[in-house]
């Protein structure tokens, strides 16, 4: 029996090429956008979780309230691991470990003229591959980091530094703040792409504590903020909350100036829940998944629109089998069997188009993604789990439909009322069109918050800036490099931060006017010649021989004035941070000196004398505005001479302001661009589905349009007639649509601090985009039946 409807089904999808083709394609291209959205949902799901004791694991973090702000601490002191574990009974071990905050520069020592700049440099305690569950290719867990020096590499640093040959035993030189030769004493497998505790590098954490730059490092000589990451190992995972209450009740007896709140994370949580930097993975697994289901929603409504519509061309032969004596649960069987072939042959085609497109998709994201996650038998679950659902959704309603005909009525051939669903496709219509609409209007919108982004003025200039990273090995030789660089002729003007524009700054503490009263102020350290540099604009300029670079001086912005509590003209009054007390020399006007997702806080500006001696150690960057009709690319190439005039040893680069302001937004501009493809997919299977609906409908209707045309409707007429029921239908779905996406994106406007008014044009735009596809889509078979000739269609009946 199931061979026999296996035939009847591959015999329907041969003579019926056209609406097999739809259906097939239509159904494939949803399972694939469906597919890869599971396949990056399934990935961001599972971190970290592959560890055998992950359920044990947990990170130690802590809040801490100075006054009236909260700092959320994600790193603990180096002495904070043994003395957790000394007085929490529950805790069955610890792991520190440092992920070293900027690049480094790597090399062989057999070949030093060769470097790299590398990343993902970790320091850590000996039983690193003991206490995670990462392999080692080769070297022993309990031996590999247990003295100082001694580093683990991964296998593509294996290849990259040592080739073919076991590095296993040679020494590799790594440059943090000054340059030590490690010895190779294991090998690890490539790090999975779904953990939060990334690494190329696993160095020992003794060979930190045996350099010059180790107190650093150290912090406090209790449990306190730090350095490392701490990572507390559970007997048991209930112990969690007891372990928080054992480490509160200690900060409590503490005397200290601030009140600190410890928590404790799953391992399994970092990643989603705990990540304080980008967060635009929280943002994609509310919104992809929706769109997988909405997409894959659309295709299975082709796909059962089409299969009821030609449920007339099937009437008769039910009608047989149910004389013939077949039931119809046989008959349902029999279109499920048909609707799992149809589903089978999409999901084949789907996959190979999922595999086709993953690498836009995951390069999109900026994600990667290993082949062994890929084959994974979670991920082979779920795909075949897709496989049935899709298999039971799509043919549910067909089936119902199908074996529900009266065989007396069918054999006689009036099918058309209880062959009914015209609601439904109606129904169904609408909906496809209604989320084509949807989309289109979210993606404009989207499109033009990331434009006003791009555009807004912020307060400074950053046009032509070039930003350059300078490492402690320029050192004393700072001065005589910015000088050498600000001599150049395509230069105009040569500043300098501490910091990169949108890479941070520290934080000062002001009094403010209760004793409990604690004022946050972000605070950048700059030269005195940032200021021109970045064209920030005076609010108060500062009084004529006034030195700015005096010690306790500082520069604010006007958000600042407020917030400390000072005069509308506050140049000379003075702020106080604990004995510190700064002078007030000038203000600037306010400037985004971080996310235009965040309303400008406050800021101030702390103008150092001597940069090399300031920050000569430590590093620093240099900020270069270039002239304009300057040759780029010739100007960076002289910068870059001059800096290996002073440093040799560290690989020269540099990022354009411009390029990271924008970079701030690479969650939304990933997110733009997912949706538009997703919107193109949409409109796709929606012209599909109309399509083949369409073409159904018209075909219908032949003895209607012969007989208007015999009494003499033009081809103008006929083709309005056919065309405005679908009409009806996609101006409803932009109805419906409508308020449903302004909805959606009044919500996610209210993310960003600086945001645009949701034009009345983006509707009418989608609206017009709708109605437009329809047209163009309905017309090929609306023109096609109005130059039909009408005695064909009149003498087929």
């Known amino acids: 029996m199931f061979k026999n409807y296996l035939?009847?089904?591959?015999?329907?999808?041969?003579?019926?090429?056209?609406?097999?083709?739809?259906?097939?394609?239509?159904l494939a291209v949803g399972l694939a956008v469906c597919m890869m959205i599971m396949l990056y949902v399934t990935h961001e799901m599972t971190y970290d979780r592959f560890h055998t004791n992950a359920k044990r694991i947990y990170k130690l973090q802590a809040n801490v309230k100075i006054g009236g702000n909260t700092m959320n601490l994600n790193y603990m002191s180096y002495a904070s691991g043994p003395l957790v574990k000394q007085s929490q009974p529950a805790v069955d071990g610890y792991m520190r470990t440092l992920n070293y905050y900027k690049p480094i520069v790597v090399s062989n020592p057999l070949t030093p003229e060769t470097k790299y700049i590398e990343q993902k440099v970790v320091f850590?305690?000996?039983?690193?591959?003991?206490?995670?569950?990462?392999?080692?290719?080769?070297?022993?867990?309990?031996?590999?980091?247990?003295?100082?020096?001694?580093?683990?590499?991964?296998?593509?640093?294996?290849?990259?530094?040592?080739?073919?040959a076991n590095p296993v035993g040679k020494t590799i030189r790594l440059k943090t703040d000054s340059a030590y030769t490690?010895?190779?004493?294991?090998?690890?497998?490539?790090?999975?792409?779904?953990?939060?505790?990334?690494?190329?590098?696993?160095?020992?954490?003794?060979?930190?504590?045996a350099t010059k730059e180790a107190k650093k490092y150290m912090g406090e000589q209790r449990i306190a903020s730090?350095?490392?990451?701490?990572?507390?190992?559970?007997?048991?995972?209930?112990?969690?909350a007891k372990t928080r209450k054992g480490l509160q009740q200690m900060?409590?007896?503490?005397?200290?100036?601030?009140?600190?709140?410890?928590?404790?994370?799953?391992?399994?949580?970092?990643?989603?829940?705990?990540?304080?930097?980008?967060?635009?993975?929280?943002?994609?697994?509310?919104?992809?998944?929706?769109?997988?289901?909405?997409?894959l929603l659309l295709a299975l409504v082709n796909y059962m629109s089409l299969t009821?519509?030609?449920?007339?061309?099937?009437?008769?032969?039910?009608?047989?089998?149910?004389?013939?004596g077949a039931s119809r649960k046989t008959i349902a069987a029999q279109f499920y069997v048909e609707s799992g072939l149809f589903t089978f042959l999409s999901f084949i085609l789907g996959y190979l188009l999922c595999y086709a497109f993953k690498p836009w998709f995951l390069n999109v994201l900026q994600l990667k993604i290993d082949n062994s996650f890929l084959y994974s038998p979670l991920v082979l679950l779920l795909l075949f789990g897709l496989l049935l659902i899709t298999a039971l959704i799509s043919g549910i309603y067909p089936s119902v439909v199908l074996s529900a005909f009266k065989p007396v009525i069918t054999l006689k051939g009036k099918t058309s009322k209880q062959a009914g669903g015209t609601v439904v496709r109606k129904v169904f219509t609408t909906l496809q069109f209604g989320i084509a609409v949807g989309l289109i209007i979210c993606g404009v919108i989207i499109d033009r918050q990331l434009y006003y982004l791009r555009h807004a003025d912020t307060g400074l200039n950053r046009e032509n800036v070039v930003m350059i990273p300078v490492g402690s090995s320029i050192g004393q030789n700072y001065q005589a490099f910015n000088k050498d660089v600000q001599a150049l002729?395509?230069?105009?003007?040569?500043?300098?931060?501490?910091?990169?524009?949108?890479?941070?700054?520290?934080?000062?503490?002001?009094?403010?006017?209760?004793?409990?009263?604690?004022?946050?102020?972000?605070?950048?350290?700059?030269?005195?010649?940032?200021?021109?540099?970045?064209?920030?604009?005076?609010?108060?300029?500062?009084?004529?021989?006034?030195?700015?670079?005096?010690?306790?001086?500082?520069?604010?912005?006007?958000?600042?004035i407020k917030d400390l509590h000072l005069p509308a003209n506050p140049v000379g009054s003075f702020i106080k941070n604990g004995s510190n007390r700064y002078e007030v020399a000038g203000v600037v006007k306010n400037f985004n000196f971080s996310s235009m997702e965040s309303a400008i806080g406050p800021l101030g500006l702390l103008i150092a004398s001597d940069t090399a001696s300031a920050w000569g150690r430590v590093g620093c960057n240099l900020f270069a505005r270039i002239k304009p009709h300057t040759n780029v690319p010739s100007i960076i190439e002289s910068i870059q001479n001059i800096y290996k005039k002073y440093d040799q040893d560290t690989p020269f680069s540099y990022t354009f302001m411009d390029d990271a302001f924008d970079k701030q937004y690479k969650a939304e501009d990933r997110l733009a661009s997912i949706f538009g493809t997703f919107t193109y997919i949409t409109i796709i299977l929606a012209m599909?589905?109309?399509?083949?609906?369409?073409?159904?409908?018209?075909?219908?209707?032949?003895?209607?349009?012969?007989?208007?045309?015999?009494?003499?409707a033009s081809m103008a007429t006929i083709t309005t007639i056919l065309s405005t029921d679908f009409l009806k239908l996609i101006l409803l779905s932009v109805i419906i649509a409508s308020p449903v996406a302004w909805y959606a994106m009044h919500n996610w406007l209210q993310n960003f601090a600086y945001r645009i008014s949701i034009p009345v044009w983006v509707f009418l735009f989608a609206g017009a985009m709708a109605l437009l596809t329809a047209v163009l889509t309905i017309s090929y078979h609306a023109v096609k039946a109005a130059l039909a000739n009408p005695v064909k269609s009149l003498r087929s009946e």
């Open 7 to 26: 035939k009847i089904a591959f015999r329907n999808l041969q003579k019926q090429k056209l609406y097999s083709l739809i259906n097939i394609t239509g």
């Open 124 to 164: 850590a305690d000996p039983d690193f591959f003991n206490f995670f569950t990462f392999k080692l290719a080769s070297g022993n867990a309990k031996d590999v980091l247990s003295k100082p020096f001694s580093v683990v590499i991964s296998k593509d640093i294996a290849k990259k530094y040592f080739g073919d």
């Open 182 to 209: 490690y010895q190779v004493t294991g090998v690890a497998e490539n790090a999975p792409s779904n953990t939060s505790v990334e690494y190329n590098f696993v160095a020992s954490a003794s060979s930190l504590m």
């Open 226 to 240: 730090g350095s490392f990451n701490l990572f507390l190992l559970l007997k048991d995972a209930a112990d969690t």
């Open 251 to 295: 900060a409590d007896k503490e005397k200290s100036d601030f009140e600190t709140h410890y928590k404790l994370s799953s391992i399994g949580s970092l990643h989603l829940e705990n990540n304080w930097g980008d967060s635009s993975n929280l943002k994609y697994l509310k919104i992809f998944p929706l769109v997988a289901i909405l997409i």
């Open 308 to 324: 009821t519509a030609r449920a007339t061309l099937r009437a008769k032969e039910v009608g047989v089998r149910k004389v013939s």
């Open 489 to 560: 002729a395509g230069i105009s003007n040569v500043g300098t931060s501490h910091y990169a524009m949108y890479g941070g700054y520290d934080m000062l503490f002001m009094d403010g006017k209760t004793k409990d009263e604690s004022i946050a102020l972000p605070s950048l350290s700059v030269d005195n010649k940032f200021i021109a540099t970045l064209g920030l604009e005076w609010k108060f300029a500062p009084t004529p021989n006034k030195q700015l670079t005096d010690k306790y001086t500082v520069v604010i912005n006007e958000t600042a």
């Open 688 to 712: 599909l589905g109309l399509f083949g609906l369409a073409a159904f409908t018209i075909e219908q209707r032949n003895k209607e349009i012969g007989i208007r045309k015999i009494l003499g």
